[in-house]
């Protein structure tokens, strides 16, 4: 479920889920590129004489983070659930910040391409939990974290029997309270896109066992293999590689 | 037997039964995993004066294209009932695993051969109509049959779509006018189909447990397997991926 603007938001199946992109300089699991994709549209019975792809829509994208991981399902142990205040904000923290940049595109008008881009300054995630290849996000975007700490340091702080001084818990009510944009949803393990050089000679075999030792996955559902050159121009060359994607938990085609 | 009334005019009997059936979506999916569907086809025969012999004159298509029934058990069909006004359909509201909506919707198409005797409330050609408020009652079961009757305020197909929501007036509304499509029949539980997830074996056994598990149906004849498809690395084509996720359609009754 999100809280964002006016609407009663759907969550869009399919589309919404994790992805993994592996280029061949990719080396280690911690060059993986990894995204969080969310899609909504507005939802409720005013909307059901609109159909799905006229109606305002809400895009989310978390891109760049950087899990700790020796395989997918270590995603459920992801945690960025801290903002820095301004004395804190130094290169050192922005160089070690692993949460990633949040991306989110509105579209407020039923039937037009109007949207409004937003690069909510500060976010903070987590993964609550994993069942199965469904992982359970909270996610919160703020377009002033600044402010949003400010309230958080007012708020009263607690002392423990020994005397010592604790400060308060980021919780989920607060932070939903005062965020612009605040999130729970179960979140599929969706897909891995593999870049595989042209030459390769088994361009799926060479995809699977790329995304295997980088993310640790066992079998595809679905396996896509798109090569785009090939499509549009006719005459391929060995620089331009071949994508693969892998599909876990389900099947989609965007 | 089928009976329909169509804006208003009755059109005759016909033997013609409803068709009950069944989508088992994959495990893996993060949507309601049953869809059971409604259609009934109504047609009215006549003797065509060029051909000289009994032919479709006029029909009414009318399908209900998801009942949101989840049950586990289809016998519990019986004496459902649904109203589908606005706090209905909100509660009902469901994107598939494709990234698609899918409405709750009664769709109909009527339809009128040119040679036909004039029928009041069919015009020449096919028509389209949509509706979203409906009610729909399904009686006792009988084997694999059920008496259902349906009331439905069909929107004409070309009017129905919008670019602005509803009035909140608007959506308060239901079932102020008599229906201009009321259907009673018999509808036939025929079958349905299952979406089973890659696995190494034969995929037929693991689809007869889920569609099992998923309906509570042990008559499972006339298994067909569909191998889900893709796109060739150059798009020209589209082949199957045998190995892979697949379908499988079965029918309730054993083959003729």
């Not at chain 1, 020796?70 to 692993?98: A, I, K, V």
């Not at chain 1, 980021?170 to 593999?194: I, M, N, Q, R, W």
Request: hydrophobic fraction near 35%; glycine fraction near 6%; charge should be negative.
């Amino acid at each position: 479920m999100v809280y964002f603007r006016e609407h009663q938001w759907l969550l869009v199946h399919g589309y919404s889920h994790f992805h993994a992109y592996i280029t061949p300089q990719k080396r280690t699991r911690d060059d993986v590129l990894w995204f969080m994709n969310l899609r909504y549209i507005a939802g409720g019975a005013i909307w059901r004489r609109v159909h799905d792809w006229e109606r305002p829509s809400l895009w989310i994208e978390v891109n760049g983070f950087k899990p700790h991981l020796r395989h997918w399902t270590d995603l459920e142990r992801m945690n960025f659930w801290q903002l820095y205040g301004e004395q804190e904000d130094t290169d050192e923290h922005y160089l070690s910040w692993r949460g990633g940049w949040l991306d989110v595109d509105y579209y407020p008008q039923s039937g037009t391409q109007e949207r409004e881009h937003s690069m909510l300054t500060d976010h903070i995630w987590r993964v609550g939990a994993r069942e199965g290849g469904f992982f359970t996000v909270e996610l919160a975007g703020f377009a002033d974290g600044t402010s949003f700490l400010s309230e958080f340091k007012k708020l009263p702080v607690g002392v423990t029997p020994e005397g010592n001084e604790e400060p308060p818990e980021l919780d989920s009510d607060f932070v939903k309270k005062h965020a612009e944009l605040y999130l729970v949803e179960h979140v599929p393990f969706g897909t891995v896109t593999v870049c595989v050089p042209r030459n390769a000679r088994d361009v799926e075999a060479y995809a699977l066992a790329r995304a295997r030792e980088l993310v640790g996955v066992g079998e595809p559902e679905h396996i896509d293999v798109r090569d785009f050159y090939k499509r549009e121009k006719g005459s391929e060359n060995i620089q331009q590689d071949i994508y693969v994607e892998l599909h876990f938990n389900g099947y989609f085609e965007d | 037997m089928s009976w329909v009334r169509w804006q208003g005019v009755t059109l005759p009997v016909t033997d013609d039964e409803a068709r009950l059936r069944v989508h088992v979506r994959a495990p893996d999916v993060p949507c309601p995993r049953l869809s059971w569907s409604l259609d009934v086809s109504h047609y009215v025969r006549a003797e065509n004066p060029d051909e000289k012999k009994m032919e479709v004159a006029y029909w009414v298509d009318a399908e209900v294209t998801d009942l949101r029934f989840y049950e586990t058990d289809w016998r519990r069909l019986s004496n459902l009932a649904i109203r589908a006004d606005a706090k209905w359909q909100e509660a009902h509201e469901l994107i598939n695993e494709y990234g698609r909506e899918v409405p709750a919707q009664v769709n109909v198409m009527t339809g009128c051969m040119k040679w036909a005797p004039p029928v009041p409330s069919l015009s020449p050609g096919h028509t389209r109509w949509l509706a979203h408020d409906f009610i729909l009652r399904i009686g006792a079961r009988d084997g694999l049959c059920f008496p259902c009757e349906l009331d439905a305020w069909m929107i004409p197909y070309d009017q129905y779509y919008r670019k602005e929501p509803e009035r909140l007036a608007e959506v308060a509304r239901f079932a102020e006018t008599p229906p201009n499509l009321q259907i009673i029949t018999r509808a036939r539980f025929e079958g349905g189909s299952v979406e089973v997830p890659r696995c190494k074996d034969d995929p037929i056994p693991w689809a007869r447990r889920l569609f099992q598990e998923a309906t509570g149906c042990d008559q499972m004849f006339q298994p067909e397997l569909k191998w889900a498809l893709r796109s060739t690395p150059d798009n020209k084509e589209i082949v199957p991926m045998p190995g892979y996720r697949s379908t499988v359609h079965f029918s309730t009754m054993p083959s003729d």
